[in-house]
């Protein structure tokens, strides 16, 4: 019997939108399942009830020219005039209740004397804290760098793998350094999922895959099943691991032991009037506070609101206290909210060697029609994710 898909992805987030887009470009049938009601993943772009068109990232936040696959495919779909540049702004430290320059809490001297280390230093097999702990000195790590790290991948930071946090790619020079679309970077995952060559279903939930002759077999929790050549897996990998039936039991393992780390994210929109006291600003790095980060929509201003997103660790404190914490920095009271929404939501929690690892999962994956991506690969950046799908479409579909 025919296969109802060449190819079908689970997972509708970045990562998988990625690699279905390549597949259906190559002219494969492809299938998108998705178990939420929205595509995107953790690309989020939140409206409010009263506040129009007015957006707030809940999820990720930046897009830059070094975005090389994103660009590609927003080029693949006609959308590279719409990219927005995002304004110039700073991020601040919050500190003692107190706003703080990130250079006041910086070593001069101690930074210049480290810096030899750290540009002759290996990344491979290091955490984050041993190898800037001592390329950027241990009181810079410990006062400074420890935060901006943490409010960049929103957990601890002294134990990710160190050549995961950052990695060099080249810079298309006629793109906007940094950039967003006018309806915020849900447009992209949108776009994706809106193109004709593809199919997207979403509110889908699958309850387990089988190998079946030259393909798969797809179960939906409905009872129905879903037949397919090739089969991506785009999921958290606590999901992959029980997903993958009795026969991958080594490739389960391996997957299974990847932690994850849990985030809650507050997302609010206040009147600009309201606020005028607050400066403009990129956002926040906690030093002493409950939350990791939070990061304004401020580089896209609005005559009438300004929006917020505070990142939290979950559990941390509970919903009452987050609320407060949010209006204490902020300096309001909760009645100039015009919307408040709670966005939870999971990021791998990366150890050094994660290379190694990622290494024996493609061996076990290797001549099969099985993909895995994600952003526990290679890292949590909108492009680091679709690096990742790009090196497995090559794989399945070499051209």
């Avoid at 955490?127 to 960049?152: P, T």
């Avoid at 403009?280 to 201003?301: E, K, Q, T």
């Amino acid at each position: 019997m025919s296969p109802d898909f060449e190819h079908i992805v689970i997972g509708a987030g970045i990562s998988g939108l990625g690699m279905a887009h390549g597949s259906a470009r190559r002219g494969i049938s492809t299938l998108v399942l998705e178990g939420a009601d929205r595509v995107g993943g953790c690309i989020n772009s939140l409206t409010f009830p009263g506040c129009g068109d007015f957006w707030t990232e809940a999820g990720s936040h930046s897009c830059f020219n070094t975005y090389g696959h994103l660009l590609d495919i927003l080029r693949d779909l006609g959308l590279i005039h719409r990219l927005t540049s995002k304004g110039k702004l700073s991020y601040r430290l919050w500190q003692d209740g107190q706003r703080r320059s990130v250079f006041s809490a910086l070593h001069h001297l101690e930074l210049l004397f480290s810096l030899p280390r750290l540009l002759g230093s290996g990344k491979s097999g290091k955490g984050v804290a041993e190898l800037y702990g001592a390329g950027l000195g241990r009181r810079n790590y410990r006062d400074l760098f420890r935060y901006a790290f943490r409010a960049v991948i929103c957990q601890e930071p002294d134990e990710f793998p160190a050549d995961l946090l950052f990695r060099r790619k080249p810079r298309r020079k006629e793109i906007a350094r940094s950039f967003t679309f006018p309806g915020g970077l849900s447009d992209i995952p949108r776009a994706i999922a809106g193109q004709d060559a593809l199919e997207v279903r979403t509110g889908v939930r699958v309850s387990g895959i089988e190998p079946d002759g030259n393909g798969y077999r797809v179960s939906l929790l409905d009872g129905s099943e879903l037949g397919c050549r090739y089969l991506t897996l785009a999921v958290p990998p606590d999901r992959v691991a029980a997903l993958l039936s009795e026969g991958w039991d080594e490739l389960r393992s391996l997957i299974g032991g990847i932690r994850m780390s849990k985030i809650e994210t507050l997302v609010l929109c206040v009147p600009a009037e309201g606020i005028g006291h607050l400066p403009p600003l990129a956002g926040l790095i906690s030093i002493d506070d409950a939350f990791y980060s939070m990061v304004s929509r401020d580089y896209l201003p609005d005559a009438q609101h300004r929006g917020f997103a505070f990142h939290f660790p979950q559990g941390a404190v509970d919903a009452a206290a987050q609320v407060q914490c949010i209006c204490r920095v902020l300096g309001i009271d909760e009645e100039p909210i015009l919307g408040l929404s709670r966005v939870s939501n999971r990021l791998p929690a990366l150890r050094a060697g994660h290379s190694e690892l990622v290494e024996r999962i493609d061996a076990l994956l290797a001549g099969g029609r099985l993909a895995i991506t994600g952003n526990w690969f290679l890292g949590v950046s909108i492009e680091d994710c679709l690096t990742r799908s790009r090196r497995e479409l090559e794989r399945l579909f070499p051209t």
